[in-house]
């Protein structure tokens, strides 16, 4: 079982609509999630943090849910530049502290 | 500015010739780590290091060796390259293991 599943999608939405992404992750112990954004073949970058009492970044907004082990992002009022892929990352722990375990990706495609 | 630098950003190269992917980070970050990234596949560890001569395997390190002497340095040496190792690859750094990583802008390599 991987260690972090998402699901591939891709999503196609409108400006203005609101999309959520959800990630479900197999280790327990895990303490720290992030949701990474990739646009087209270049770097991820760091969205933002997910902590346990959730978290809201303008439009942005993530949740951790400890007893089901999913963390979901959702993002408000889209934009066309919010179109890229969503990469969910759960840390490891124990022997493996320090690994970024990677879901393979959510595609969002925001359309005019 | 702070970046995590690698090079060659691209690399054609043929069966079994050696080659040396470099990453270099100037943010004093005491983990590194290098994933490839394939369709279908997400971005998967090959290899990660804690601090300067800790290094360790990720999920695919077949066919691939790193180094850390510099605390800034981290190469990703392919002794042998083979067809299957054709992908994109990215270095990133992180300043502890819980922390949110950066990404350098990616290599892609092809193998031939």
């Known amino acids: 079982r991987k260690e972090v599943e998402q699901d591939p999608g891709p999503f196609n939405v409108p400006e203005g609509a609101t999309v959520a992404f959800n990630c479900t992750y197999s280790n327990s112990a895990s303490q720290s999630f992030f949701w990474y954004r990739q646009d087209c073949r270049k770097e991820p970058k760091l969205l933002m943090s997910v902590y346990s009492s959730g978290n809201e970044d303008g439009r942005f907004t993530a949740q951790l849910n400890r007893a089901s082990q999913y963390i979901s992002l959702l993002i408000r009022d889209s934009k066309l530049s919010d179109s890229a892929t969503y990469l969910c990352?759960?840390?490891?722990?124990?022997?493996?502290?320090?690994?970024?375990?990677f879901g393979r990706g959510t595609q969002l495609t925001v359309w005019p | 500015e702070a970046q995590v630098t690698q090079n060659p950003r691209y690399l054609i190269t043929v069966t079994g010739k050696k080659l040396t992917v470099t990453c270099s980070q100037n943010?004093?970050?005491?983990?590194m780590s290098w994933y490839r990234q394939d369709p279908g596949l997400g971005l998967r560890q090959i290899y990660y290091?804690?601090?300067?001569?800790?290094?360790d395997k990720g999920d695919v390190p077949e066919g691939y060796k790193v180094s850390r002497k510099e605390k800034r340095n981290f190469p990703l040496i392919l002794e042998s390259p083979s067809p299957n190792q054709t992908s994109l690859y990215f270095c990133?750094?992180?300043?502890?293991?819980?922390?949110?990583?950066?990404f350098g802008q990616g290599t892609r390599l092809t193998v031939v």
């Open positions: 943010m004093n970050h005491e983990y």
């Open positions: 990352v759960v840390i490891g722990r124990g022997s493996t502290l320090g690994r970024l375990y």
């Open positions: 990133a750094s992180s300043f502890g293991p819980m922390g949110d990583a950066f």
């Open positions: 290091s804690m601090n300067v001569e800790v290094t």
